[in-house]
């Protein structure tokens, strides 16, 4: 959803980095929420539980449990807030990258198109040749060197036996 609002250009753009302000508002919240995922889990492991089986223990304990699940939740989806906040940037990068493949492929491709066709013309000849000749086999007259077919017993040329 807010990778379709930032192609469609809705939202207002901050002027030095091109980006909606969208975008920003989202890291800052995904910021906030990595600091305050990092407060609850320290929060969480360092917090003192009295010795199992003493009055208070399974409170405490529970405490303690939920203040790490809170701030792993909160950490969790910080990071993600995070990674989507960056999502222009990568969109810019990629561009920029797919830009400059192409242009330097551009020229090989190039070449590589144009040995193609020349490698492949005396072939397409060659074939075309065979084709209109009816693929008949030649050889050559004994006598005067003409080419006739490998089936003939005389040559067209001289009119001698082969």
């Given amino acids: ?87 222009p940037l ?3 990068v990629s561009v920029k990258t797919t830009k400059y493949i192409m242009s330097e492929t551009k020229e090989d491709l190039t070449e590589i198109a144009d040995m193609s066709a020349d490698i492949a013309s005396p072939i397409i000849t060659k074939t075309v040749g065979a084709v209109k000749e009816e693929f008949r086999d030649t050889k050559y007259c004994k006598h005067c060197g003409a080419k006739i077919d490998e089936d003939s017993k005389y040559c067209s040329e001289c009119g001698k036996r082969q």
């Fill in 1 to 87: 959803m807010l990778y379709s609002s930032y192609k469609s250009g809705v939202g207002m753009e901050n002027k030095k980095t091109k980006m909606p302000k969208v975008f920003l508002i989202l890291g800052l919240v995904s910021l906030i929420l990595l600091a305050v995922g990092v407060s609850l889990i320290i929060i969480g492991a360092i917090q003192k539980v009295p010795e199992m089986g003493e009055t208070g223990w399974f409170e405490a304990e529970t405490t303690k449990s939920n203040f790490i699940f809170g701030g792993s939740v909160c950490l969790g989806f910080g990071l993600v807030l995070l990674i989507s906040s960056f999502t």
């Fill in 90 to 92: 990568f969109h810019k």
